[in-house]
């Protein structure tokens, strides 16, 4: 990274948010109690299908790696967020802004395409019940899991690939608490005429493609759904996905948020707020959605609860 003047620059400096210096004590405090709160979710939630063999099915496979993912990504940004609350020059070095927008893009992306397969899980479990095994075998589901990290990884060596390329000189000042793609895109001196249509091709295609994955996948199931005959038989169907429905209602409604806002007035605060829900707080949800929503898991908490004050 060079500046206009030839000499080399090995870090960049995280603005964060603009209240941070006034509420720094508040926003540090908020952030580390959610940031315990997803490594103990998200890890208790992979030690839980671990430990349950009755756990051991398509639908908690995909669970397992979602969670895996979520902590991911999430640690990707919160803790060198959490750093900078406290220092003085929230600096990050150039390779570590290189590998944390890595990181975030490979993982964000993969999470995409994990939430898509257990739509399609779902499919197959209310659609074809009978076909179920054979289609959703466990060949399948690693097929698609290793489809999904691929996407997630080609996504993101990509973009930060071509990103780090460019020539940086205008300023070191990152507009934003992580290493993101757009701001870091506007501290160039280069054409990013490329980058800019790159970004919009990948982004726009992972999310199309997984969303509509995800809205045809539902269209079906609600169809199937609304043949079953009695209102306990489709209350009980509708619950098997209710807990997906939550979380992906979630994850794409903050997207839409995020791109809808962008280019208004303030958006730069608002697309940071949309970050801050989008990659720290949704990690520290879903295991909470899945934990409230599902029986099985809720019942395997039990289990392990009264084992533990037999002991």
């Known amino acids: 990274m060079e500046k206009e003047n030839g000499t080399e620059e090995t870090e960049f400096i995280l603005l964060g948010f603009a209240c941070q210096h006034n509420f720094w004590h508040i926003l540090f405090t908020a952030f580390l109690v959610i940031y315990v709160a997803t490594l103990m979710g998200n890890i208790g939630m992979i030690l839980l299908i671990k430990i349950n063999s009755c756990l051991h ?21 919160t803790p060198k967020m959490l750093q900078n609350l406290v220092g003085t020059e929230n600096s990050i070095s150039f390779i570590g802004c290189m590998v944390q927008l890595l990181v975030y893009g490979t993982f964000a992306t993969s999470d995409c395409y994990i939430l898509a397969a257990m739509a399609v899980d779902r ?31 080609l996504n993101g060596s990509v973009n930060t690939s071509f990103t780090f390329s460019l020539n940086f000189c205008k300023s070191r000042a990152i507009n934003h608490f992580f290493c993101d793609e757009p701001p870091i895109l506007a501290l160039s001196c280069s054409n990013i005429d490329f980058n800019i249509l790159l970004l919009t091709i990948f982004v726009g295609f992972n999310l199309m493609f997984t969303v ?14 609304l ?22 209602s979630i994850f794409y409604g903050t997207l839409a948020y995020m791109y ?8 730069e605060e608002q697309e940071k707020a949309a970050s801050v ?3 720290i707080v949704i990690p520290m949800l879903n295991p909470m959605i ?22």
């Not at 790696?65 to 979520?70: E, G, K, R, V």
């Not at 079953?228 to 992906?248: D, M, P, Q």
């Not at 809808?260 to 958006?267: A, D, Q, V, Y």
């Open 123 to 153: 499919y197959v479990a209310i659609c074809n019940p009978l076909h179920y095994p054979v289609v959703m075998s466990r060949r399948v589901c690693i097929q698609l899991l290793v489809g999904s990290y691929l996407m997630g990884f």
């Open 212 to 225: 509509s994955v995800v809205i045809l996948s539902y269209i079906y199931i609600l169809a199937a759904i």
């Open 290 to 311: 899945y934990s409230l929503r599902n029986q099985d898991v809720r019942e395997t908490v039990k289990g392990i609860g009264k084992k533990c004050f037999q002991v």
């Open 227 to 248: 043949k079953i005959s009695s209102t306990a038989g489709r209350k009980k169907a509708f619950s098997t996905c209710a807990s997906h429905l939550t979380v992906v």
């Open 277 to 279: 829900f989008y990659g």
């Open 260 to 267: 809808l806002h962008h280019g208004t007035n303030g958006s």
């Open 57 to 77: 099915t398509p639908m908690y496979f995909f669970l397992q790696h979602l969670a895996f993912i979520d902590l991911c990504y999430a640690s990707a940004i």
